[in-house]
């Protein structure tokens, strides 16, 4: 099918491939077309043997349906019977006489009485008689004797009486060595006045009952359940291979088999339900109402979808080979369809070939034996600077601008393997060609040729110099990095990785690197980048550190177009430390640009010494305007302007001055060598710079001063004292408190 076809043509064909022939494109259309054709004829089968298989158990479920209406209907009615033969016995004149001269021989009568009833009908089980203090005086059976009555029935508090009958919920009994389902009926014995004479309780089978209705519903591929609306069994079990997640005894429960089919019958009184199994139909059934109390319970039937395809087997094998014949007809048109297009095209597949060759995006030239350039396309003379006519006849080693010895060990190469692949570079156009030449035989003549083809590769030339020229500026005396926003780290320059000991090893945050600390303030030091566009600290060396000098770190991010931080550009210099050795930090210069906790801030302040401490100002603000914030409902308002105003005083915080939050509403700032005129003229230019941004509304500032000696605790005490009067006063919002060593609490 997929030989060759030869164009018969009096002109020789360039190259062999012109022929007309099977082409990969060709054959690929035909196996794609007959893949879709199979993959449609099956989906379409499938779907149709499934949608009968699906309508015929739907079928199954709609008369099943009916079934259960039929039973649920006629059961409902042999309670009512059974009720009714309850009533009739005990108003009976054999058991009235029974209870007016009890004797054994009374007793007698009424027994063979009953067991009359029970040859008639089998679902009455037994007879008991109970005083009216609900005390046994006899029974026809064994089986109930530790049966008590209801308290709820006994006495004047009960609701029913007369000719009600009590209808009892579904209980189990051992009868014979077998656990028998059971409920029974009770009636009141009554005195003229209404008093209670006795209690006449009847007991009933459950299974028997539903077996005198209709015994067929109990077979191997539909079989009849009887649960209660808990879900336990009472009737059904002992079914031929039941399912493995259907109840099979009696009292176990469906709830637990199958939960995903009792959540569907707990939700519904009727419906079916479909697993991968089996198709499952359900009634909720009502046999008696009485006051206050109904007895409902479900009727449950399944088949098997295996019975169901066994059923639908002869019309399966009709569509399959239906299916079969469509896809083998549809297939063979293909091939046809396919043949007479090939056949149509051969006379014009020379020329399709060759125009598709010197109009593509390659840039190709064709050079003859004698090294002359027969033919060029658009696309190479536009890569070599030349047009196509002066390309046509020029000898091929001078356009490429070859030497003898390169050009030698091309024609070497193309007479050893046919082909050679290389770079070229043209000095006069200034471009780089990646090019692959190879030799091929005319097919009606001896003659050889050279095809050759080439892309012109001088951007990516140049690319990959300049990146080695980055390279080799990169790798300067000062140890960088590249990392991304969580500190992964990217890229290194070999003195990183000396100074590091790193050993190539690039799979370790900067932050391990670092230490502890650096880590855990990571987040803040990434928003102050994001503020100021870098970071600059001294970190000194840490227990297990790779290096053994302090280093002056710097941390300059790239942002992206939304403003957050894409890279991370970090250099490390060794310098001289400028901080006391024996403070417990090793990450130095960075917190007057960050908002710290007050503990951060309390340890800050223990480690000044005291004259720095005498010379220091504390200001307390207060971001929460009364009446504003005042509900827990606002609480993310206020942390969001909380937030607001922290920005704005990082941006234009003082070298040296620390901020931190002392809780929601209130920011603390430490001002060290900063006296009480200073301290006041800072805290106006913060309420301006507030007031520019709309966020000084109900802003109130305290100020205190140093009053050795004293803790951060006792001078954060002092300046909430300044706090609460600027806020109780009418037209100020900045106060200062001891401020002045002679004037204790002195207020400006």
């Not at 009141?188 to 067929?216: C, F, H, M, R």
């Not at 003549?445 to 080799?472: G, N, P």
């Not at 001063?705 to 806020?727: D, F, H, T, W």
């Amino acid at each position: 099918m997929f030989k060759r076809k030869v164009v018969s043509s009096s002109n020789p064909l360039l190259i062999s491939s012109q022929a007309a022939r099977w082409s990969q494109q060709h054959i690929l259309s035909l196996l794609s077309q007959l893949i879709i054709l199979l993959i449609a004829v099956f989906i379409i089968t499938n779907m149709v043997v499934n949608l009968g298989e699906r309508r015929l158990q739907e079928d199954w479920a709609d008369q099943r349906y009916s079934e259960l209406q039929t039973v649920a209907s006629l059961a409902s009615d042999k309670v009512a019977f059974l009720q009714f033969r309850t009533q009739t016995f005990a108003k009976a004149e054999l058991l009235r006489q029974y209870l007016q001269q009890p004797s054994k021989t009374q007793q007698r009568k009424v027994t063979d009485s009953w067991l009359s009833l029970t040859q008639n009908i089998p679902e009455l089980l037994g007879l008991s008689l109970y005083d009216p203090q609900g005390n046994l005086q006899f029974s026809t059976t064994d089986s109930f004797d530790n049966l008590q009555l209801p308290a709820m029935l006994l006495g004047s508090g009960r609701n029913m009486g007369g000719s009600d009958i009590y209808t009892s919920p579904m209980s189990f009994t051992p009868i014979d060595g077998r656990l028998e389902p059971y409920f029974y009926q009770l009636s009141w014995i009554e005195n003229p006045d209404q008093s209670v004479k006795g209690y006449l309780v009847t007991y009933n089978s459950i299974t028997k009952l539903l077996e005198s209705i209709k015994p067929a519903f109990f077979n191997q591929n539909s079989p009849m359940l009887f649960l209660d609306t808990q879900g336990f069994l009472y009737a059904g079990a002992n079914q031929p291979e039941p399912l493995s997640n259907m109840p099979d005894s009696l009292g176990s429960s469906v709830k637990q088999t199958y939960p995903e089919l009792w959540k569907d019958m707990a939700m519904n009184n009727f419906g079916q339900f479909y697993s991968n199994d089996a198709t499952f139909v359900y009634l909720k059934v009502e046999l008696t109402s009485q006051y206050e109390t109904k007895r409902e319970y479900f009727l449950l039937s399944y088949i098997r979808h295996d019975d169901i395809a066994a059923r639908y087997l002869e019309w399966r094998m009709v569509i399959l080979i239906a299916g079969v014949l469509i896809a083998l007809l549809a297939s063979a048109l293909i091939v046809l369809r396919h043949l007479f297009v090939l056949e149509r095209r051969a006379k014009l597949n020379s020329l399709q070939l060759s125009q598709g060759l010197f109009n593509s995006e390659i840039s190709c030239l064709i050079v003859n034996d004698s090294g002359r350039i027969s033919s060029a396309n658009l696309k190479a003379a536009k890569a070599l600077a030349l047009s196509i006519d002066t390309l046509t006849d020029r000898n091929f080693q001078r356009v490429l601008q070859l030497d003898n010895d390169r050009f030698e060990q091309i024609k070497e190469a193309l007479a050893h393997h046919q082909q050679w692949r290389g770079e070229v570079s043209i000095e006069s156009v200034n471009s780089t060609l990646q090019t692959h030449i190879r030799s091929e035989l005319c097919p009606n003549s001896k003659e050889s040729y050279w095809l050759v083809t080439f892309e012109d590769i001088t951007i990516l030339y140049d690319s990959q110099r300049q990146a080695y020229l980055y390279q080799l500026l990169s790798d300067s005396a000062v140890a960088t990095a590249l990392t991304d926003s969580s500190g992964k780290l990217i890229k290194c320059n070999s003195q990183f990785d000396h100074l590091m000991k790193l050993n190539g090893e690039t799979d370790i945050p900067i932050t391990d690197l670092l230490g502890n600390e650096l880590k855990n303030q990571w987040q803040d030091i990434c928003a102050q980048i994001s503020l100021q566009g870098e970071w600059t600290a001294q970190i000194m060396p840490f227990t297990q550190s790779r290096y053994n000098q302090c280093l002056k770190t710097t941390l300059a991010g790239q942002l992206t177009f939304d403003g957050d931080i894409e890279y991370l550009i970090c250099t490390f210099e060794e310098t001289a430390p400028t901080i006391a050795v024996h403070n417990s930090s090793n990450v130095f210069g960075h917190s007057s640009a960050i908002v710290l906790r007050l503990t951060e801030l309390e340890h800050h302040f223990n480690n000044l010494n005291e004259q720095t401490k005498i010379q220091s100002s504390l200001l307390v603000m207060d971001i929460n305007p009364e009446g504003i914030f005042s509900s827990m409902g606002n609480m993310s308002q206020l942390e969001k302007r909380q937030k607001d105003i922290e920005l704005q005083l990082l941006i234009e915080l003082p070298l040296n001055y620390q901020i931190a939050q002392w809780q929601l509403g209130k920011l603390v700032i430490l001002l060290p060598d900063t006296n009480a005129t200073s301290a006041h003229q800072y805290a106006m230019n913060v309420m301006h710079c507030l007031a520019e941004n709309q966020l000084a509304e109900g802003i109130n500032i305290g100020i205190a001063g140093y009053m050795s000696p004293q803790s951060l605790e006792q001078y954060l005490a002092n300046a909430e004292i300044a706090l609460k009067r600027a806020k109780q006063s009418v037209d100020q919002n900045i106060c200062q408190a001891f401020t002045r060593p002679t004037y204790t609490d002195h207020l400006n």
